[in-house]
């Protein structure tokens, strides 16, 4: 399990550099292992969640590694269990969101590039896509620029003045974002809500997009509560 890393703490990000495919098998078959009916599975701590995340977010500046790496970070999210209430408090969506952030991403990879890895988890990890979505829709102004430096792979974090996105791909990404979340959401009342709460914060277009596609669905909607 993750917590027998718990020694290994402070080296998570070395041992992920020295050979980031084998980290990243290691996360995954961790996550994959069958609990322990006898006993209530004990989470990794908080410190070890974020020494995993940071190593996870220093191999996200590597655009062939962002794929796996973004699904490793969505099944880590998956693997919390954390309520609507307290998604702020994941790290690994914390990643996600400055990984995929459209303005300031913290990763070497395009637009095009960072939405191509973002589109499979849609289907295979549409907990975490959903809660990454309406993290990203608001597109929040700059986030502080905290990954850490490689000590092995000859990877560039990117520079503050030469990072950040045009006008036209922050919008495409807001437009691809939306047309996910609103996939996700087919007929679910409270989803719905949840969209056009940060839908405020999006371009008028794009608001007006989603208040059209929900009076389509009006018949159909459908509230769990």
């Not at 996550?31 to 009916?37: F, I, M, N, S, Y």
């Not at 990117?158 to 939306?178: D, V």
């Not at 996700?184 to 277009?205: F, H, M, N, R, S």
């Amino acid at each position: 399990s993750l917590r027998q890393w718990e020694n290994l703490r402070e080296h998570l990000g070395l041992l992920a550099e020295a050979s980031p495919e084998a980290f990243l098998l290691c996360i995954e078959q961790a996550l994959a292992q069958e609990p322990d009916r006898q006993a209530e599975p004990e989470p990794p701590s908080p410190a070890m969640m974020l020494s995993i995340s940071g190593a996870l977010a220093l191999l996200a500046l590597d655009v062939d590694l962002l794929p796996k790496v973004t699904q490793v970070l969505a099944k880590l999210f998956e693997s919390e269990n954390v309520s609507k209430a307290n998604r702020k408090h994941s790290q690994p969506l914390k990643v996600l969101d400055e990984v995929f952030h459209p303005q300031f991403p913290k990763t070497n990879a395009t637009s095009e590039e960072r939405l191509a890895a973002l589109a499979p988890l849609v289907q295979q990890a549409p907990q975490a896509a959903w809660a990454l979505l309406l993290t990203l829709l608001p597109g929040r102004g700059m986030l502080a620029l905290n990954v850490p430096r490689p000590r092995i792979l000859p990877l560039s974090v990117p520079a503050l003045r030469t990072r950040g996105s045009s006008g036209a791909a922050i919008y495409g990404q807001l437009e691809q974002f939306l047309s996910w979340a609103m996939e996700l959401a087919g007929t679910d009342c409270e989803k719905w809500a949840e969209i056009l709460d940060v839908g405020q914060q999006l371009p008028p277009e794009l608001l007006l997009t989603a208040l059209r596609r929900i009076a389509t669905l009006v018949p159909a909607l459908h509230d769990e509560q």
